[in-house]
């Protein structure tokens, strides 16, 4: 393996040897995406920015966690996974806690957002192989219009591959160094006369980053996903998915004062979730362009890593905060038609219900449930073939966070065919989870007043946006250009605090709990280049820029003059400051740049810089960089197709990218890792 500063010529020269093709591989038209509005659009006639991952481009990175590939994805920040899962955030704006609750997840229409992980995705629970992923749709901007409270910020869209592509079976093995022992079986085939299936199991294990300090890392996964596709007539179709993912990882502490101890707050456990799902949808054909589509999903997420603390008297004492579970059953109806000439419009309803059970969390209250009702229509007109017009509207009604109206509203201008300007604006509301409004967890007897309790009374986060965008499509040239100028303001953003005092001599502590505190202010831009300059190569650029700015909320202020509340000293208020103007690096770049060789052969190098960013408030890792490589080489053998690739991440070396800050030295240090793997289909 040539070293990182050659491997980029040895790439251009190889492009060099290539000619212009008169066939546009990669960019022969813009794609078309349904996950804005969900109407079939193309990306000019979209109401927001979106970035289109194509299976090519999965494969090319070089990941091995599906949360990696969005470092990929102007204004989108990662980390890797240790002894926390690992986080995807857009814009920055994050929680304490492990999860992503600002940021809708869908695969094939399933949420993967779960009232068991506070309303957010687990991304150690991705219940997707990656071979089984055909495209993925990343809206840059809110869309709570078509996909609810979540979908706060932005919706990342898995679309799996269709079963009436796979056939035969596939097995692939991968083996490395830290650890790295990954195993996926794939079948697929045909059922009766109408239907088709696929069937996958994977298991993903490695040792972790290095734990050179207080802390222990490991990681294994398991999963096991289906799919049936089932004709009932020429107007009826049927899909069913369902499957299960288990996830097994290292949480504790070696005691800080002498490391050699562990710490009995903290001791080193296994924390054990799992997910399971099922989902049924129905799709009826009704005219040209006109269909209706009915779906029902159930799920059930778990977890535990609980322990018995010495810091609580019985029976509190027995803990198990990841714990225990979290059910969702959901059923939505969508209809999608043309109502006049040149107009299309797509309408339709939800119910959901969820429910929570946690021993820890939960104390006492036993199940918590919330039901949320909700419907929304997106219409599409255009005029004149130079303007494309998009609104829509969403009301949803919860039964623990009240009534929301959601907006949106999107003036397209087509320039000409090459070039399109898009103005727009929309409003969003971010619910918070049913621990947030219920949570109960007590501390050393029942006259005790709760270390965290409940918010009722906490207001739903908002979020006004308004954008303008350009879009490039130079299909002469094989190339187009994405620009996103954005200007977010979020009100009532809520984070946990003590907002009195936690003193015995000023009237006994007052619990944690989430409060609306700050109003935050982001402008920025992002910007996304693709070009295909030769038939064999393949180049993508990103780039975001983006500041935000930190005020206190009416009820924030009101906490501040609270004597000895988390926002009365100086101290504590700088790090919920930080925790809000620091969440989102200042500059972010990423470029891929894959080249088919001769021979079978083919290279890939991603590069990425991230600014300094703080994850939480106590958590921060300073500016990096970071080069990933991949060699492939496709082969046959007889009838029999396979590959045979060679992956090495970090290849300039160590780096932080969640925990560096303090004077705990060696966190979280992602070093390089590298393995091979074989693949064969038959």
Same mark, same amino acid.
């Given at each position: ?13 190889? /492009?060099?040897?290539?000619? =212009? %093709? ?17 109407? &079939? ?8 920015? *979106? ?23 102007? #204004? ?24 992503? &609750? ?76 830290? #650890? ?11 059922? #009766?006369?109408?239907?088709? =299936? ?8 490695? +040792? ?12 294994? !996964? ?18 069913? !998915? ?48 006109? +269909? ?24 509190? !004492? ?14 939505? %109806?969508?209809? !999608?038609?043309? &109502? ?36 929304? /229509? ?15 509207? /969403? ?7 009240? *009534? ?8 397209? @201008? ?39 309790? #409940?918010? &009722? ?43 009195? $005092? ?6 006994? $502590? ?18 996304? @280049? ?13 780039? %975001?820029?983006?500041? *935000? ?51 079978? =052969? ?9 600014? /300094? ?7 921060? %890792? ?33 780096? *932080? ?26």
């Amino acid at each position: 393996m040539p070293p990182p500063q050659r491997i980029l010529p040895l790439i251009l020269l190889g /492009a060099l040897s290539s000619a =212009f %093709a008169d066939d546009d591989i990669f960019f022969a038209e813009l794609p078309v995406v349904a996950s804005v509005s969900r109407l &079939p659009q193309r990306l000019a006639d979209a109401p927001a920015s *979106v970035t289109v991952i194509d299976r090519e481009m999965i494969r090319s990175s070089g990941i091995r966690s599906l949360s990696d590939i969005f470092r990929l994805v102007p #204004g989108f920040q990662t980390f890797a996974h240790s002894d926390t899962a690992a986080r995807v955030n857009y814009h920055g704006v994050t929680d304490d806690n492990d999860f992503s &609750p600002r940021l809708q997840v869908l695969i094939d229409g399933r949420s993967l957002h779960s009232p068991l992980f506070r309303n957010g995705m687990n991304w150690a629970l991705v219940p997707v192989a990656l071979e089984d992923i055909e495209r993925i749709e990343v809206v840059r901007g809110s869309n709570s219009v078509s996909y609810g409270t979540n979908a706060f910020l932005g919706v990342v869209n898995i679309i799996t591959v269709d079963p009436s592509l796979v056939r035969g079976t596939s097995v692939s093995a991968s083996s490395g160094s830290q #650890g790295v022992r990954d195993h996926t079986v794939r079948t697929g085939g045909r059922f #009766g006369d109408h239907g088709n =299936f696929r069937l996958t199991y994977q298991k993903v294990k490695d +040792d972790g980053l290095d734990d050179d300090y207080d802390w222990r890392d490991s990681y294994q !996964n398991r999963r096991l996903d289906a799919r049936f596709d089932y004709a009932v007539s020429m107007r009826d179709s049927l899909e069913l !998915n369902l499957g299960r993912v288990e996830g097994s990882f290292t949480r504790g502490r070696l005691d800080t004062v002498v490391p050699a101890v562990e710490d009995l707050e903290n001791p080193f456990r296994d924390l054990e979730e799992s997910s399971t799902w099922m989902q049924v949808r129905w799709l009826r054909a009704l005219a040209d362009g006109e +269909d209706f589509s009915l779906r029902y999903t159930f799920s059930e997420d778990r977890g535990d890593d609980g322990f018995i603390s010495p810091k609580y008297a019985a029976p509190y !004492n027995d803990l198990n905060e990841s714990g225990d579970r979290g059910l969702r059953h959901e059923i939505e %109806a969508v209809h !999608n038609f043309s &109502p006049m000439e040149n107009t299309r419009l797509v309408w339709g309803g939800s119910w959901r219900r969820d429910a929570v059970t946690s021993n820890t969390m939960l104390r006492d209250r036993g199940e918590e449930t919330r039901q949320v009702w909700r419907a929304f /229509a997106n219409g599409e007109w255009n005029p004149s073939k130079w303007v494309t017009v998009n609104l829509g509207a /969403a009301s949803e009604r919860d039964s623990l966070a009240g *009534v929301h109206f959601s907006p949106r509203a999107s003036l397209a @201008f087509h320039v000409n065919p090459e070039n399109t300007l898009r103005l727009g604006y929309a409003r969003a509301w971010r619910t918070a989870s049913i621990q947030a409004y219920r949570a109960n967890f007590r501390q050393a007897d029942v006259t005790t007043k709760g270390d965290l309790a #409940g918010n &009722p009374d906490l207001p739903a986060e908002r979020l006004d946006t308004w954008e303008i965008g350009y879009l490039g499509d130079w299909r002469a040239w094989r190339m187009s250009l994405d620009v996103r100028h954005f200007r977010e303001r979020v009100t009532d953003r809520s984070l946990q605090l003590r907002p009195g $005092p936690d003193t015995l001599a000023k009237g006994g $502590p007052v619990p944690i709990s989430e409060q609306s505190i700050q109003n935050l202010a982001i402008r920025g831009y992002e910007l996304q @280049f693709k070009w295909q300059p030769f038939t064999n190569t393949r180049l993508l650029l990103n780039h %975001a820029s983006m500041r *935000v700015d930190s005020e206190l909320s009416d009820n924030g202020r009101a906490i501040e003059l609270v004597d000895d509340s988390n926002l009365y000293f100086p101290a504590d208020m700088e790090k919920y400051v930080a925790l809000a103007e620091q969440s989102a690096p200042r500059r972010t770049s990423s470029i891929l740049l894959s080249q088919l060789l001769p021979g079978g =052969f083919d290279i890939s190098v991603a590069r990425y810089w991230v600014d /300094a960013i703080k994850w939480t408030r106590n958590t921060d %890792a300073d500016k990096y960089h970071r080069t990933d490589v991949r060699l492939g080489y496709r082969f046959n053998l007889g009838e029999h197709k396979g590959e045979l690739a060679y992956t090495q991440q970090s290849v300039d070396g160590e780096h *932080v990218e969640q925990r560096s800050a303090g004077s705990k030295p060696n966190q979280r240090t992602v070093d390089r890792r590298h393995w091979v793997t074989l693949t064969l289909a038959f």
